[in-house]
């Protein structure tokens, strides 16, 4: 049995129209699922405890923002999350936090989606977070590049560096 926490307004997500994606975490995972809506506990229960972890995991994924289908991805071994946490890069004012999400983002999303197209990830920015979904070449490398750009390195040079580990990894 593990324990995990979501944003309530992530709830309805996890849930899903008459409970179907409860029940399809439920059913891959071999897990019970006890969600508690009014403050986001989210209580998993199963027999094996790797079955858990990946309910977990996949559950997290959904709470920092992520579509169902692509938190699903997780079951795919070769698959991970990474979770940053946008404030450790800012002086923890409302400005700078929009301003850093601003700069993952970039103009209608180009970067995120530049990012993400180079490297073959998944990219959700929500809250105080960025977190990264895909296998774990792939997800080291969008990590480097999503750090350079919170620590203020030009996007130019950030795409020329996944582009190059793209290459030399032949992703």
């Known amino acids: 049995?593990?324990?995990?926490?979501i944003p309530k307004?992530?709830?309805?997500?996890l849930i899903g129209k008459k409970g179907e994606i409860k029940k399809k975490i439920s059913q891959v995972t071999n897990t019970k699922?006890?969600?508690?809506?009014k403050d986001g506990d989210v209580i998993i229960s199963g027999e094996n405890g790797?079955?858990?972890y990946m309910a977990k995991k996949i559950i997290t994924a959904i709470g920092r923002g992520f579509n169902p289908e692509i938190a699903l991805t997780l079951l795919n071994e070769e698959n991970d999350i990474e979770i940053i946490n946008?404030?450790?890069?800012?002086?923890?004012?409302?400005?700078?936090?929009?301003?850093?999400?601003g700069r993952l983002i970039g103009k209608e999303g180009i970067t995120r989606k530049l990012v993400e197209n180079?490297?073959?990830v998944e990219i959700s920015i929500y809250g105080k977070t960025i977190s990264i979904?895909?296998?774990?070449?792939?997800?080291?490398?969008a990590r480097h590049g999503v750090i350079n750009l919170l620590?203020?390195?030009k996007h130019g040079k950030v795409y020329s560096y996944l582009e190059k580990q793209r290459k030399a990894k032949n992703l």
């Open 151 to 153: 620590q203020g390195s």
């Open 133 to 141: 979904i895909g296998n774990l070449v792939n997800l080291n490398i």
């Open 118 to 120: 180079i490297t073959n």
């Open 9 to 13: 307004e992530r709830i309805a997500v």
């Open 86 to 101: 946008i404030q450790g890069f800012t002086r923890n004012t409302k400005n700078d936090l929009e301003r850093i999400k």
């Open 50 to 52: 790797l079955d858990v």
């Open 1 to 5: 049995m593990d324990q995990t926490r």
């Open 33 to 37: 699922l006890r969600i508690n809506s």
